[in-house]
């Protein structure tokens, strides 16, 4: 047994049947545990909309001070605000301080010139605007000044090395020359209300909008005198003309500031940017392009290469450009190896060709020596030191017991570390590592607070699955209830993700567990984490060896942990996985008493011609569309098998979903009307593939907890 600052790892290996691994993780912090468990409440749907949520941290250039924000609920009216918090990185007993900027703060980043620079809708236009303060290391705000006065939002922005330019983007038409301005809408020809759209302009609607032809997310640079943004800027993009780059920076619809970085001297900027034309619906070609600000177009250093680069990290020396780069034109799956060009020569070379992990981001150290990365390993997410010299990648041991998920990793001087970690048990707290050593929590943000609640326990443990490969799952309940449990098993989305050990304000397994539930996630083929191969494996497989694996992984925790009641069980996915409740429905007919299908797929033949980033349904048939190989579709297509269809079975749709658009659950919802199979269809207009509005989420878990209770817990007549 090995006892460290906060959890409790307990190998089961010797006391499991053979052909199953595990280990036993208690989940919940032990300074929360001075109440015993049986006192405490479980979690609840509330608790989880309400609980307080940490943000991304921003640390001040000699390492001595971070600014993070956290987001609260009002548990009343539901509505969110965000405060920013300052805590000393060099006294460790320190406590946070909350900082008053006397109106709204967001995106904080600390410049060489001493100042903060942050978002804030403080001005007269209300639209968010860059502003700067200085901030005391007792935590005094002061001399808060505006920054920017644009006539469009700002969206996010970077100040340079030396503070002498600023960066800000934010969405308005391809021909302003300017940030924001008064172009007529070309799409709107009236005289009525209707929205014209042409083939060649790129994308009809996106994720979760319908697109305004002929605007982007675009960049500016302006020099920075005195604390304010001068002139009309220079456009990243180029001036408008035939052979302008057209496309959005940051990306669409999950790009953020991790798209684009300023050069070590200033003197220009990297971004990232896939080009809007007739391909970008079936493209994943996203480039690295630097602009010099000289007036000139940027130039793409990336052209080689028609599959996606991302992540641009400049080392602080100027020397090089680390960046992530995939192999395979269409597919926004393949692994993501750390590339890294001289900057002086143009030389480019892969440095992590050898290591079977996918990089989620890069930051270098301030000396230039190391490039520290996250990615994906088994159901962790570790950070690793990378050697750009040699390309040698080694595991960082930050903390006791299982790294779970780490992210916005902050290297400082010394091999110090600022990081942010979350598990299944535990939201995410704020971290420090001095000299590359195991952590220090520097926050207490919900921890305390969940504590008051009653614990989880997680379990990990691996079978044979499919052709007799090990695949990894996770079972999670409450620490000490007694006797069986009725089981969850739950489905990740996808296909290539993971239900890892991390913490979830969507699909959370706690508060499931908390209702008194054991819940059962598989990493099936097709997860990440567990190199290349296993990802590629469910292409042209999605209803093979997934289902294998979901199968053979609930039986095994069943075998595992004697409380899992799998013959009193329900099934549970979004996406992928509400594709899996589909074709569980038709394939494992008598597998579950409810299933839940959360905006999944129904309907392959027109999910390849209504959803919206075609390159992803292409690839998962091979590369080639329904017109070119309907036969590939159709074997792995739920509607074939509705006859089938007895379980009875919640559908949640979003109306904003273009993803998988909501007719695909429309359909399945009648299906189950057709086949006489006792239905409930849950709808949210203003939701996308996602439930995120406060409101929703809560009456998005009461649905599911009444629907799980109504088969798993029937009531005594």
């Not at 001595?64 to 509505?79: G, H, K, N, Q």
């Not at 008053?100 to 904080?108: E, Q, R």
């Not at 007036?295 to 599959?307: D, E, Q």
């Not at 299944?424 to 504590?451: C, F, H, K």
Request: hydrophobic share 40%; proline share 7%; aromatic share 10%.
């Amino acid at each position: 047994m090995i006892k460290t600052a906060g959890f409790t790892t307990l190998s089961l290996a010797a006391a499991v049947p053979a052909g199953i691994a595990a280990s036993f993780l208690l989940a919940t912090p032990a300074a929360a545990q001075g109440r015993p468990a049986e006192a405490r409440p479980p979690m609840s749907a509330q608790d989880l909309v309400v609980l307080p949520r940490l943000g991304a941290p921003a640390a001040s250039n000699d390492g001595s001070l971070a600014i993070y924000p956290v987001t609260t609920t009002d548990p009343a009216t539901y509505v969110r605000s965000t405060a920013l918090h300052l805590r000393s990185l060099t006294d460790g007993d320190a406590a946070p301080i909350k900082l008053d900027f006397g109106g709204s703060a967001s995106s904080p980043a600390f410049a060489d010139d001493g100042w903060v620079y942050f978002l804030s809708d403080r001005g007269e236009g209300k639209t968010d605007q860059v502003w700067r303060a200085r901030v005391s290391p007792a935590g005094v705000v002061s001399e808060i000044s505006q920054v920017t006065a644009f006539r469009a939002p700002v969206a996010g922005f970077a100040v340079a090395p030396g503070a002498t330019r600023i960066a800000a983007w934010g969405d308005f038409a391809r021909t302003c020359t300017t940030f924001g301005c008064d172009d007529k809408a070309s799409h709107l020809p009236g005289p009525g209300t209707g929205r014209l759209y042409d083939s060649e302009a790129g994308f009809v609607r996106h994720w979760d909008q319908w697109e305004t032809p002929g605007e982007y997310s675009r960049v500016f640079a302006f020099p920075l005198t005195a604390g304010k943004a001068i002139g009309d800027g220079i456009p990243l993009d180029g001036k408008a003309g035939a052979n302008a780059l057209v496309g959005d920076t940051p990306t669409k619809p999950f790009g953020g500031g991790e798209d684009l970085a300023w050069a070590a001297d200033g003197r220009g900027v990297f971004f990232a940017a896939r080009k809007a034309d007739a391909d970008e619906p079936g493209s994943t070609n996203i480039d690295l392009w630097f602009n010099d600000l000289s007036g000139r177009a940027p130039t793409n250093l990336t052209r080689a290469n028609s599959a996606t680069d991302t992540l641009p990290a400049p080392s602080p020396d100027g020397k090089w450009l680390a960046y992530a780069a995939m192999a395979r034109p269409g597919y926004e799956a393949d692994k993501l190896t750390v590339m890294l060009r001289d900057l002086k020569s143009g030389r480019v070379r892969a440095l992590t060709t050898d290591w079977d992990r996918s990089v989620g981001s890069l930051a270098w150290t301030p000396d230039s020596r190391w490039i520290v990365a996250t990615a994906q390993d088994v159901l962790d997410t570790p950070a690793f030191r990378i050697d750009p010299a040699t390309g040698r990648v080694e595991k960082l041991d930050l903390m006791a017991g299982t790294e779970a998920h780490i992210g916005n990793v902050v290297p400082l001087a010394r091999g110090d570390l600022l990081f942010t970690r979350d598990s299944i048990g535990n939201p995410s707290e704020l971290y420090l590592s001095r000299g590359w050593a195991q952590a220090a929590p520097l926050t207490d943000v919900a921890t305390t607070l969940l504590g008051r609640r009653a614990p989880i326990v997680t379990r990990r443990f691996s079978f044979a699955g499919a052709d007799g490969a090990t695949v990894w799952g996770q079972i999670t309940k409450l620490d000490g209830q007694r006797g069986k449990m009725p089981a969850i098993l739950y489905v990740h989305g996808g296909p290539q993700g993971s239900f890892n050990d991390a913490w979830s304000t969507r699909w959370n397994p706690r508060v499931v567990a908390s209702q008194g539930y054991a819940v059962v996630s598989i990493d099936f083929h097709g997860s990440t984490g567990y190199g290349q191969a296993f990802t590629d494996s469910i292409t042209n497989d999605w209803g093979g060896k997934p289902l294998e694996d979901l199968r053979k992984g609930f039986a095994a925790a069943g075998a595992l942990d004697t409380q899992v009641d799998t013959g009193n069980a329900c099934a549970m996915g979004a996406s992928y996985g509400g594709y899996m409740m589909n074709w569980i429905a038709g394939q494992w007919p008598d597998g579950f008493k409810c299933l839940v299908n959360h905006n999944g797929v129904f309907d392959q033949r027109m999910m390849s011609f209504a959803t919206e980033e075609k390159w992803f349904i292409d690839w998962e048939h091979g590369g080639r569309t329904y017109s070119e190989a309907p036969e590939i579709y159709e074997r792995w297509n739920p509607i074939n098998h509705v006859a089938k269809w007895k379980t009875p079975m919640l559908i949640v749709l979003g109306e904003r979903d273009y993803r998988i658009p909501y007719s695909q659950g429309l359909g399945a919802f009648s299906a189950l009307q057709r086949n006489d199979v006792p239905a409930q269809l849950l709808v949210f207009p203003d939701e996308n593939h996602w439930v995120l509005k406060p409101k929703n989420s809560l009456q998005w878990h009461n649905t599911v907890f009444d629907w799980l209770g109504r088969w798993l817990k029937p009531r005594a007549k």
